[in-house]
């Protein structure tokens, strides 16, 4: 007996494990809705993001060793910013206060790998094309397929980032998807001799196109001032994770956010407080819970994540060429913080490079080589792990019973952590480029280029990868469907 | 006539009373199998060792071999059926590759590779089964329990306890721990007990051991069972002199 379909014909390494798995992709889509007032003026947007809900309640109940494997699921971008958070919630929960240098910096390298792909992936293959040809170019060249025929130089740059920053996820965490490399209290395995020196052969040539992206979107921000500065820009606070000493640093450290003028509003927080820090509103009419800063209230204190609020938020970048970068951006700026929904790209261009320059660092240090690479002690039943994932900060929170089977999760996404954000770049962007009564294909491409700077797809949410269904519907002040145009 | 069979068309020796598959697998033979172990008597339940000899279907484990007979066993027609019953399995409970933490040990998922199957092709029955953390060094996870009853054969017939027996009929069949509150907390199960290593799926697992061994670095990540299988059974043949 023999069914239609039953065996691919492909059979790569990667489709073997995964292919044997009943979860079913689960993809929702971005949907705004654009409220008219009786002078046809916009009064009202909003963003529906429709999430994967439900993630939290399936981690109930299983044991806590498997958690940082199974959240990987969360998003197909990032899945190692999952692995991660998870692993350092679960690090508290098994008392492991200090992991070794070899766990240590194995996941940072992991992490900045991370970084450098995603990174490049969000900028070269589902956002150059938006900048590079224009937002309202035709659709056929918006691709990374039309970059490489127009630009073969850029598109070539950023596909092989992408794949070294994978490469390097694949030696830090045992497979490019779902892997284990980092367990609670360390990680189960260093480098070898071999890997160290393959991925080494290529570190420079990283931190050199890291540098020419950087210059691609700066020049860019240069030669069109006005529609960069002015794009979908909204004064918020910003929230990210800095060092102790106040340097960029996306695995691990303390938090810190400032206001929309720069001024700093809490510093040096250890973030196993969080939830007396920030608070989830939950609105009827969104999924997606709404955060903010619990002292400010919901009004005043919400706030970005990202690239941007990162690299805005931190006093310095540790590595020299990125630092070099950060200054630029700054100085651009004019002494107060720059806005710019727009910016996210060119602060993930330095993050980039400072990630391409981390793990040329890291693969200098011996001690990935090491091979003393778990820690345990007190066993607790409480831990929270935060990292700043690509794009944005991201909380892992977990209560272990003295069973080993986890009794409550709750995560916050980096796409959640910036939900009011990205409602308010859509409102900016619809009364900038709303014209008349209907939705032109100008409107809803403004509107994706806008959700595209903060979440390439609203992946974390969505679980689809590099794609973002999108959804405009426009009422007028009866709340009669005037338009909908729908974008796949 | 000597004693010796065919096996796909190879000639196989064996001495009386062994079944096809114990001849098949001294020979270094493999035949597909879940139920079957070396250590245990034949449960004959999977049906994976499904072979056909002299052109009827008959279960490897459980078949005496006999002088002269002509046995298929890598036939694309029996990989077909055993594909499907594997099939039946992962549908039937709740595996979860990507997340488990036996990927690469386990025995299903290896045997579905060598079967060639990479979809599960039926619906899902998603049960609803719990997990048992009540004792301190070993989790129950019955999301994976195939039914093969090895850990009943080990707990009783080896480690005398009777901690585990098979409950319901057809469909509703599933594992039970063998105490008042059906908790293994409440039973004399050890850790060090034989039941608490010989589950070829996810199901009995000693704790916090999670992703302790990489992925890429697990039994049948390098060699495929079917060489795994015949090299593990001369290793514990060696070991026992
Ligand atoms: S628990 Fe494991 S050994 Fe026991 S019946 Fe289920 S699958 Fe077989
Ligand atoms: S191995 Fe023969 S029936 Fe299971």
Redesign the interface.
Known sequence: MSFELETATVASDNLRRVAIDPVSRVEGHGKVTILLDEHNKVHQVRLHIVEFRGFERFIQGRPYWEVPVMVQRLCGICPVSHHLAASKALDVIVGADRLTPTAEKMRRLMHYGQILQSHALHFFHLSSPDLLFGFDSEVSRRSIVGVAEKYPDIARKGILLRKYGQEVIRHTAGKRVHGTGSVPGGVNKSLSGAERAELLKDAYQMIAWSRDAVRIIKELHEQNPALYDSFGTFPSNFMGMVAPDGSLDLYHGVLRAKDAAGRILFDHVDYQTYDTLITEEVKPWSYMKFPYFTSMGPEQGWYKVGPLARVQNCDSIPTPFAEHERRELVAYAGGKPMHATLGFHWARMIEMLFAAETIKALLHDDDIEGTDLVVTGERRREGVGVIEAPRGTLFHHYQVGDDDLVTMANLIVSTTNNNQAMNSAVREVAKQYLDGKEITEGLLNHIEVAIRAYDPCLSCATHALGKMPLEVTLLDAEGQMLDRKYKS | MTNSFLLDGEEVPFTPGQTVMQAASAAGKYIPHLCWHPDFAAHGSCKLCTVKIGGRFATACTTRAAAGQEVENGTEELI??R??LLQLL??EG????????K?GNCVL?AT??EM??????FD?F?PDR??D??HPDV?L?FNRCIMCELCVRASRDVDGKNVFALSGRGAKSHLIVNSESGRLADTDFAATDRAAEVCPVGVI?R??????????QRDYDAKPISQKAVEKLADSEKEAG
């Open positions: 077909a059926k594909r499907t992962f549908v709740n595996h979860f590759c990507p997340s488990c933490e990927s998922q579905a590779y060639g199957m990479l979809s599960p092709h899902h998603y719990a997990v953390a009540s989790l996870d697992l704790k916090r051991v999670g992703f302790a061994v990489p992925i890429g």
